[in-house]
């Protein structure tokens, strides 16, 4: 196998060589075509900008030497037919970019369609027709596309039509010596969403049916996808894709990684030597790993004054320490919540630099809320938390009393089984309620706590006390859409006449304690700790 | 008969949009007593119409209105602008930022950027999407509709190229291809049938739009379907080195709702800026600044209307639209309700007093007469042991309301510095008597205060003193710099008020020389032990707020009255609550019950209006239904229902008169011919639709499985 490979490679690499001679011309060719009416050629279906040689390639993919040279092996030389080739790793693993770079290597035409972007088949087959046929959308055509195309069978059809007549031009063109060869090669990319486009699965039989169904051998098919190919529920009857897998970068791949195209080198392999490890850790992703470093490499180089300078052992040792308390921060944030990149620079700023203070700012909630609405949020939080059948219990004039009876008897039990019965409900989540128990719970609630229009009205005793107070039950309803608009509280899709939707609180228990701080109501007294 | 038997009324239950907001009505848990539960009896008190005065001329007052209203609408939209403007000019400095970046790192040309590939870039770090979140600080999106909508403008005049989308556009049902549908109907004008990012990224190249951002501004994303919105953040990315898009995210809660949407692919993907509007309170001071106390232009509310309308906006709504409503339509109600109101208009036009003099209306007849009924005019008159002169009064009234206006702002700029809100100052200062504020010197004392401050914690509590009390305190608490700034802020406040202005002049130029000579003091001293160069600084600094804050006192005890004792405040200020309040408020379900009860006053048919009260056939059948509802507890056995519903229908009138009371026998209504004509069928037709309409209008609850022959009320107490 090895031997096989390396007079191939050596092939390859003079013809890549050869071809980038013409092709060096493109770049001002092409700046000089920027006009938008000129109508697409073939060319357009090859990769635009300089060709690069498998050296550069293999360079330019740190990690992915052994991927790219089995799938240039599997591309084969010009004009050889080729069998589906189905790529799959992890995310962020390289995939598309090396599978493009090597078409700009190999500089043949193909066609790309991610499924991000072709959301639905239809749109998938109109823009893989588009490309093929050398349309362009643009105002003059009404933004239309070439052929309408919503059933497969039709895309079937007029796919291998269209592809004839490119591949004829090609053949064509090879007799003028033209070096792009007849191979056409089609990548799908995302191919794990065109699962969830229809139950069925018949788009994804369709797409790797399409080798057979098509017959045509000078259509590489490559399938690009986050998930192996385990997880597409395989139909009989057709040529099994060839997986290439792609695996997860190494600690020193990613090092190679990040140390490209580095203004300072020296200084940032010390930053790496620092980061790198913990948070190899966490994540091997190189997206969510780099948006996890440029905050931090801001905040490693704040002290020194120059950027070019190298730093020496004395100087690192205080970058060190100066960086370590953001490092342990941003990396519990990475571990809690995956999404925690989005705000790592504000939060980073916020908790760091508000400690040594009391956290009294954090105590605040920054939006406004009408007080009833903030008692309506914790009755839904407490309707959600609390088991139905303790609420005659915590509510009753007896509460406090009660509550605590109950608890004993709680922790009478074996252990064993109160764990198990936390597990159980830490795994359900949040519960559901109905209306009734919300609007008892919240009745409960504001006549316990301060919240009491009456009392205040006797106070100040100028306003219409039913007034306020016959008010308050239409107010409450309208409070609820606004809540559940504000994703506070989500309702469950059953026909509103029945009057049998259920409510669940979703909103987490800080945010609920912020809430019952600023109301000084007495959150734990109600909550029912299991 | 029984509810299961039922076709028809099931099937258009379920076929009901589930976007309907629940409709019923729900017990009331503590209040009512279990006493009326076997029986609840509607009793119906319509409350007396004060059909008021009539009218001196059709049109004055409706042109009044018009006027008054245009003034009002016209000054809250500039003060609500004048807010946005500083936030929206960040925006636009970080929008044009962020678009030099991203044009910095790459700028692709036409046929590369129409290309479907992904332009792979060398830098590991994956395209980010500038994004701004514009937090709004308020659970309630009402007030920020416009806003989205201004900052779009805002943009656009500033070069960009905007669309604006709402969280409709990212429902489930039309997923990602609703949005960019919208999105590209917004950017290219034209409607596209499969919408697709490569429309919009040959379309930005065509049309040479190279040195203009695209603007995408999503309104509410908490309300937005997640897995859409996640879709689209994951196929802008793909485009963003293409087709240069900024999103701008309006948030109504914090930003960890945008955690609890976005998954996390897409999260990392967004490069995050974050914007603050100003919060509902700020607003709400500005536009009570601008409407009620600097223009000064005749309407305002008075003491009850303004605590009622606080307590609303801190408890329940908590929005500025509703106060704007509330101001809208007090404004209508006070320019009806009282005949002399087209004074407003001579107010509001700052013609003065000769313009008073010299309007005829002022003199005509019944003017005077009504205006010789207000009681606060003949006091004044006794006051002043004059015959009645109600043109003089009106002068007396404009300046005695502008003085106390720049008062309350005066105060309200020494409130500001330990955020006191206006609405809060506002409030109080329309309540305050005079004794009261004799009272509330400035040596307050301590444990007073204390508890004002405690008072103050406990939210939406309106303490007698409190807040007034605390600014005064205050005053005595400010450093010299501070002090100045005040007293600058004061000057400018009451330039035109002759009587004020002067004063603050005085106090003005003295503490500038007193500054002068501290400074000189200190300069000398500051070699001295730092013990007594403290305490002579401390000594001086509070006599100056001494003469500050007695300065202040001095005028309020000269110039503030309460609003009762000012001569024709009626015209001035509107204070019923309650109209307003039903008005505002209104009370839906509770009209639907009386209505139903009372159909005949709606349909005014001839054979129900003669004898009310009583059931005749011809009455509407759900009206019929729900008065014989009236006599069943919480659960109504359908059988019996419909049975005493058949007997309704089918005797003639006459006899139901007589027949009503004591329950009619099955044998005498088999004997009326009237039965023969109506079947069965027909009735069981008839009542099953009466109870599908009490369902939807949720007064009713259909048999659940436990108990499948009863119904349950939901809706009780009017």
Same mark, same amino acid.
């Given at each position: 196998?090895? *031997? +096989?490979?390396?007079?191939?490679?050596?092939? /390859?690499?003079? /013809?890549?060589?050869?071809?980038?001679?013409?092709?060096?011309?493109?770049?001002?060719?092409?700046?000089?075509?920027?006009?938008?009416?000129?109508?697409?050629?073939?060319?357009?279906?090859?990769?635009?900008?300089?060709?690069?040689?498998?050296?550069?390639?293999?360079?330019?993919?740190?990690? /992915?030497?052994?991927?790219?040279?089995?799938?240039?092996?599997?591309?084969?030389?010009?004009?050889?037919?080729?069998?589906?080739?189905?790529?799959?790793?992890?995310?962020?693993?390289?995939?598309?970019?090396?599978?493009?770079?090597?078409?700009?290597?190999?500089?043949?035409?193909?066609?790309?369609?991610?499924?991000?972007?072709?959301?639905?088949?239809?749109?998938?087959?109109?823009?893989?027709?588009?490309?093929?046929?050398?349309?362009?959308?643009?105002?003059?055509?009404?933004?239309?596309?070439?052929?309408?195309?919503?059933?497969?069978?039709?895309?079937?059809?007029?796919?291998?039509?269209?592809?004839?007549?490119?591949?004829?031009?090609?053949?064509?063109?090879?007799? *003028?010596?033209?070096?792009?060869?007849?191979?056409?090669?089609?990548?799908?990319?995302?191919?794990?969403?065109?699962?969830?486009?229809?139950?069925?699965?018949?788009?994804?039989?369709?797409?790797?049916?399409?080798?057979?169904?098509?017959?045509?051998?000078?259509?590489?098919?490559?399938?690009?996808?986050?998930?192996?190919?385990?997880?597409?529920?395989?139909?009989?009857?057709?040529?099994?894709?060839?997986?290439?897998?792609?695996?997860?970068?190494?600690?020193?791949?990613?090092?190679?990684?990040?140390?490209?195209?580095?203004?300072?080198?020296?200084?940032?392999?010390?930053?790496?030597?620092?980061?790198?490890?913990?948070?190899?850790?966490?994540?091997?992703?190189?997206?969510?790993?780099?948006?996890?470093?440029?905050?931090?490499?801001?905040?490693?180089?704040?002290?020194?004054?120059?950027?070019?300078?190298?730093?020496?052992?004395?100087? *690192?040792?205080?970058?060190?320490?100066?960086?370590?308390?953001?490092?342990?921060?941003?990396?519990?944030?990475?571990?809690?919540?995956?999404?925690?990149?989005?705000?790592?620079?504000?939060?980073? /700023?916020?908790?760091?630099?508000?400690?040594?203070?009391?956290?009294?700012?954090?105590?605040?909630?920054?939006?406004?809320?009408?007080?009833?609405?903030?008692?309506?949020?914790?009755?839904?939080?407490?309707?959600?938390?609390?088991?139905?059948?303790?609420?005659?219990?915590?509510?009753?004039?007896?509460?406090?009393?009660?509550?605590?009876?109950?608890?004993?008897?709680?922790?009478?039990?074996?252990?064993?089984?109160?764990?198990?019965?936390?597990?159980?409900?830490?795994?359900?989540?949040?519960?559901?309620?109905?209306?009734?128990?919300?609007?008892?719970?919240?009745?409960?609630?504001?006549?316990?706590?301060?919240?009491?229009?009456?009392?205040?009205?006797?106070?100040?005793?100028?306003?219409?006390?039913?007034?306020? +107070?016959?008010?308050?039950?239409?107010?409450?309803?309208?409070?609820?859409?606004?809540?559940?608009?504000?994703?506070?509280?989500?309702?469950?899709?059953?026909?509103?006449?029945?009057?049998?939707?259920?409510?669940?609180?979703?909103?987490?228990?800080?945010?609920?304690?912020?809430?019952?701080?600023?109301?000084?109501?007495?959150?734990?007294?109600?909550?029912?700790?299991? | 008969?029984?509810?299961?038997?039922?076709?028809?009324?099931?099937?258009?239950?379920?076929?009901?949009?589930?976007?309907?907001?629940?409709?019923?009505?729900?017990?009331?848990?503590?209040?009512?007593?279990?006493?009326?539960?076997?029986?609840?009896?509607?009793?119906?008190?319509?409350?007396?119409?004060?059909?008021?005065?009539?009218?001196?001329?059709?049109?004055?007052?409706?042109?009044?209105?018009?006027?008054?209203?245009?003034?009002?609408?016209?000054?809250?939209?500039?003060?609500?602008?004048?807010?946005?403007?500083?936030?929206?000019?960040?925006?636009?400095?970080?929008?044009?930022?962020?678009?030099?970046?991203?044009?910095?790192?790459?700028?692709?040309?036409?046929?590369?950027?129409?290309?479907?590939?992904?332009?792979?870039?060398?830098?590991?770090?994956?395209?980010?999407?500038?994004?701004?979140?514009?937090?709004?600080?308020?659970?309630?999106?009402?007030?920020?509709?416009?806003?989205?909508?201004? %900052?779009?403008?805002?943009?656009?005049?500033?070069?960009?190229?905007?669309?604006?989308?709402?969280?409709?556009?990212?429902?489930?049902?039309?997923?990602?291809?609703?949005?960019?549908?919208?999105?590209?109907?917004?950017?290219?004008?034209?409607?596209?049938?499969?919408? $697709?990012?490569?429309?919009?990224?040959?379309?930005?190249?065509?049309?040479?739009?190279?040195?203009?951002?695209?603007?995408?501004?999503?309104?509410?994303?908490?309300?937005?379907?997640?897995?859409?919105?996640?879709?689209?953040?994951?196929?802008?990315?793909?485009?963003?080195?293409?087709?240069?898009?900024? %999103?701008?995210?309006?948030?109504?809660?914090?930003?960890?709702?945008?955690?609890?949407? @976005?998954?996390?692919?897409?999260?990392?993907?967004?490069?995050?800026?974050?914007?603050?509007?100003?919060?509902?309170?700020?607003?709400?001071?500005?536009?009570?600044?601008?409407?009620?106390?600097?223009?000064?232009?005749?309407?305002?509310?008075?003491?009850?209307?303004?605590?009622?309308?606080?307590?609303?906006?801190?408890?329940?709504?908590?929005?500025?639209?509703?106060?704007?409503?509330?101001?809208?339509?007090?404004?209508?109600?006070?320019?009806?309700?009282?005949?002399?109101?087209?004074?407003?208009?001579? #107010?509001?036009?700052?013609?003065?007093?000769?313009?008073?003099?010299?309007?005829?209306?002022?003199?005509? $007849?019944?003017?005077?007469?009504?205006?010789?009924?207000?009681?606060?005019?003949?006091?004044?008159?006794?006051?002043?042991?004059?015959?009645?002169?109600?043109?003089?009064?009106?002068?007396?009234?404009?300046?005695?309301?502008?003085?106390?206006?720049?008062?309350?702002?005066?105060?309200?700029?020494?409130?500001?510095?330990?955020?006191?809100?206006?609405?809060?100052?506002?409030?109080?200062?329309?309540?305050?008597?005079?004794?009261?504020?004799?009272?509330?010197?400035?040596?307050?004392? $301590?444990?007073?205060?204390?508890?004002?401050?405690?008072?103050?914690?406990?939210?939406?509590?309106?303490?007698?003193?409190?807040?007034?009390?605390?600014?005064?305190?205050? @005053?005595?608490?400010?450093?010299?710099?501070?002090?100045?700034?005040? &007293?600058?802020?004061?000057?400018?406040?009451?330039?035109?008020?002759?009587?004020?202005?002067?004063?603050?002049?005085?106090?003005?130029?003295?503490?500038?020389?007193?500054?002068?000579?501290?400074?000189?003091?200190?300069?000398?001293?500051?070699?001295?032990?730092?013990?007594?160069?403290?305490?002579?600084?401390?000594?001086?600094?509070?006599?100056?707020?001494?003469?500050?804050?007695?300065?202040?006192?001095?005028?309020?005890?000269?110039?503030?009255?309460?609003?009762?004792?000012?001569?024709?405040?009626?015209?001035?200020?509107?204070?019923?609550?309650?109209? #307003?309040?039903?008005? #505002?408020?209104?009370?839906?379900?509770?009209?639907?019950?009386?209505?139903?009860?009372?159909?005949?006053?709606?349909?005014?048919?001839?054979?129900?209006?003669?004898?009310?009260?009583? @059931?005749?056939?011809?009455?509407?059948?759900?009206?019929?239904?729900?008065?014989?509802?009236?006599?069943?507890?919480?659960?109504?056995?359908?059988?019996?229902?419909?049975?005493?519903?058949?007997?309704?229908?089918?005797?003639?009138?006459?006899?139901?008169?007589?027949?009503?009371?004591?329950?009619?026998?099955?044998?005498?209504?088999?004997?009326?011919?009237?039965?023969?004509?109506?079947?069965?069928?027909?009735?069981?037709?008839?009542?099953?639709?009466?109870?599908?309409?009490?369902?939807?209008?949720?007064?009713?609850?259909?048999?659940?499985?436990?108990?499948?022959?009863?119904?349950?009320?939901?809706?009780?107490? &009017?």
């Amino acid at each position: 196998m090895a *031997k +096989d490979e390396s007079p191939q490679v050596s092939r /390859r690499t003079t /013809r890549a060589s050869l071809n980038s001679t013409p092709n060096s011309k493109a770049p001002q060719e092409h700046s000089k075509a920027t006009n938008p009416s000129r109508p697409l050629t073939i060319k357009d279906l090859v990769f635009r900008g300089k060709s690069i040689n498998l050296d550069e390639l293999i360079n330019s993919f740190p990690g /992915r030497r052994a991927q790219i040279l089995e799938l240039v092996q599997f591309l084969g030389p010009l004009n050889s037919p080729m069998i589906p080739l189905f790529v799959y790793g992890g995310a962020s693993t390289g995939k598309t970019s090396t599978v493009l770079y090597m078409f700009r290597h190999l500089k043949r035409p193909f066609i790309y369609c991610s499924c991000v972007s072709c959301y639905s088949p239809s749109i998938l087959f109109e823009s893989i027709l588009n490309q093929i046929l050398l349309h362009r959308k643009n105002e003059s055509g009404g933004y239309l596309s070439a052929k309408r195309c919503e059933r497969p069978s039709d895309f079937v059809n007029s796919l291998g039509e269209a592809l004839t007549a490119l591949i004829d031009s090609l053949k064509g063109n090879m007799r *003028k010596s033209s070096p792009y060869g007849r191979m056409v090669y089609l990548v799908f990319d995302h191919l794990e969403l065109v699962r969830q486009w229809d139950k069925s699965d018949s788009i994804i039989s369709l797409l790797f049916n399409l080798y057979t169904l098509l017959k045509i051998p000078e259509v590489g098919l490559i399938f690009i996808s986050r998930v192996s190919l385990d997880t597409f529920q395989s139909d009989t009857g057709f040529v099994e894709p060839f997986p290439v897998y792609f695996p997860d970068y190494t600690e020193d791949d990613l090092h190679q990684i990040f140390m490209s195209n580095q203004a300072n080198p020296k200084l940032y392999s010390s930053f790496l030597d620092l980061v790198l490890r913990p948070f190899y850790r966490i994540t091997r992703r190189v997206d969510e790993l780099s948006t996890a470093f440029s905050p931090l490499f801001k905040k490693y180089c704040e002290p020194l004054g120059d950027l070019v300078a190298v730093p020496n052992e004395d100087m *690192k040792r205080k970058l060190f320490s100066h960086l370590q308390p953001f490092i342990s921060l941003s990396l519990n944030e990475t571990f809690t919540i995956s999404s925690q990149p989005l705000l790592k620079d504000r939060n980073l /700023r916020k908790s760091v630099f508000k400690k040594p203070g009391v956290c009294e700012t954090l105590d605040e909630i920054d939006f406004h809320m009408s007080t009833s609405a903030k008692y309506l949020l914790i009755s839904a939080f407490l309707a959600s938390r609390n088991p139905a059948t303790l609420d005659a219990s915590l509510f009753d004039s007896t509460g406090g009393t009660d509550n605590r009876k109950k608890k004993r008897k709680v922790s009478e039990k074996s252990i064993d089984q109160k764990e198990a019965k936390e597990q159980e409900i830490l795994m359900k989540g949040p519960g559901t309620f109905p209306l009734e128990r919300l609007l008892a719970i919240h009745q409960c609630i504001t006549s316990v706590g301060e919240y009491s229009l009456d009392d205040e009205e006797l106070q100040n005793g100028e306003l219409g006390a039913d007034g306020s +107070d016959s008010g308050s039950m239409s107010d409450i309803l309208l409070q609820l859409s606004s809540l559940c608009s504000a994703n506070f509280i989500t309702k469950g899709g059953s026909c509103p006449l029945e009057g049998s939707t259920r409510y669940r609180s979703i909103v987490s228990e800080d945010v609920v304690l912020k809430v019952a701080r600023s109301l000084k109501f007495p959150l734990s007294k109600y909550l029912y700790r299991r | 008969m029984a509810p299961s038997a039922d076709p028809e009324t099931s099937p258009s239950i379920s076929t009901t949009n589930s976007d309907l907001q629940p409709f019923f009505l729900l017990h009331k848990a503590a209040s009512r007593k279990p006493s009326s539960k076997t029986r609840r009896r509607i009793d119906l008190s319509p409350k007396p119409s004060d059909a008021s005065a009539q009218e001196y001329n059709d049109n004055l007052p409706f042109d009044t209105f018009k006027l008054l209203w245009s003034n009002t609408q016209s000054i809250i939209k500039d003060v609500l602008k004048n807010l946005n403007t500083t936030v929206f000019d960040g925006i636009d400095k970080w929008v044009h930022a962020s678009f030099d970046a991203i044009r910095a790192s790459r700028t692709p040309d036409f046929t590369t950027a129409t290309s479907m590939y992904p332009i792979p870039n060398n830098v590991p770090i994956g395209a980010q999407i500038f994004t701004a979140l514009l937090f709004t600080k308020n659970v309630e999106s009402v007030d920020d509709i416009s806003t989205f909508a201004d %900052l779009g403008a805002h943009l656009r005049s500033n070069g960009c190229l905007v669309a604006n989308l709402t969280s409709i556009d990212f429902s489930a049902k039309n997923g990602v291809g609703g949005c960019l549908k919208t999105l590209l109907r917004q950017f290219l004008l034209a409607g596209i049938d499969a919408p $697709e990012m490569s429309i919009l990224a040959s379309w930005y190249y065509e049309q040479e739009n190279y040195d203009k951002p695209l603007i995408v501004i999503i309104d509410d994303v908490e309300r937005c379907n997640s897995s859409v919105l996640n879709d689209f953040i994951l196929m802008l990315r793909e485009w963003v080195i293409k087709v240069p898009i900024i %999103l701008v995210l309006g948030v109504a809660t914090s930003v960890d709702a945008l955690r609890n949407i @976005l998954c996390s692919s897409a999260c990392l993907y967004l490069s995050v800026c974050e914007f603050n509007l100003g919060t509902p309170a700020e607003r709400m001071d500005a536009v009570i600044e601008t409407v009620l106390l600097r223009s000064c232009q005749g309407f305002n509310i008075g003491k009850h209307v303004s605590a009622f309308l606080r307590n609303y906006f801190l408890r329940h709504d908590g929005t500025l639209t509703l106060f704007v409503k509330a101001l809208r339509i007090s404004t209508a109600q006070q320019v009806f309700s009282e005949p002399l109101s087209f004074v407003l208009r001579k #107010l509001v036009n700052e013609e003065g007093t000769e313009g008073l003099n010299g309007d005829n209306n002022l003199l005509r $007849e019944p003017a005077i007469k009504r205006a010789l009924e207000l009681p606060s005019l003949q006091r004044f008159c006794e006051t002043r042991g004059n015959c009645i002169d109600w043109v003089s009064a009106l002068s007396e009234l404009k300046r005695l309301h502008q003085l106390w206006s720049s008062l309350v702002m005066c105060l309200y700029e020494v409130g500001r510095y330990r955020k006191i809100s206006l609405l809060d100052l506002y409030c109080e200062m329309l309540k305050l008597k005079p004794q009261n504020f004799c009272a509330n010197d400035l040596n307050l004392v $301590e444990k007073d205060y204390a508890t004002a401050v405690h008072n103050y914690q406990s939210p939406g509590c309106l303490q007698d003193n409190g807040y007034v009390g605390r600014a005064f305190q205050m @005053l005595g608490d400010f450093s010299a710099m501070e002090l100045c700034k005040i &007293l600058d802020r004061w000057e400018m406040l009451t330039r035109g008020i002759a009587e004020i202005h002067e004063k603050v002049k005085e106090l003005q130029s003295q503490m500038t020389l007193e500054e002068k000579q501290l400074r000189h003091d200190l300069r000398k001293e500051s070699k001295k032990p730092t013990a007594r160069t403290y305490k002579k600084d401390w000594t001086s600094k509070s006599t100056l707020n001494e003469k500050v804050a007695s300065f202040l006192q001095s005028m309020f005890r000269e110039y503030i009255q309460t609003i009762e004792s000012i001569p024709l405040h009626e015209i001035i200020f509107f204070d019923n609550v309650d109209n #307003l309040h039903t008005a #505002l408020i209104g009370d839906p379900r509770r009209r639907i019950q009386a209505d139903l009860l009372e159909s005949r006053k709606f349909l005014k048919c001839s054979c129900c209006s003669k004898n009310d009260g009583v @059931l005749v056939p011809s009455m509407h059948h759900t009206s019929i239904m729900y008065t014989l509802v009236q006599e069943h507890g919480d659960l109504v056995n359908v059988h019996e229902w419909f049975h005493s519903f058949m007997a309704v229908i089918s005797n003639p009138p006459l006899q139901s008169k007589k027949k009503l009371r004591m329950s009619p026998s099955p044998k005498k209504r088999k004997d009326s011919k009237e039965a023969r004509t109506k079947t069965d069928a027909s009735i069981q037709a008839e009542f099953c639709r009466a109870v599908t309409e009490l369902q939807i209008t949720g007064l009713l609850r259909m048999p659940t499985k436990r108990r499948p022959d009863y119904v349950q009320r939901v809706g009780f107490g &009017l």
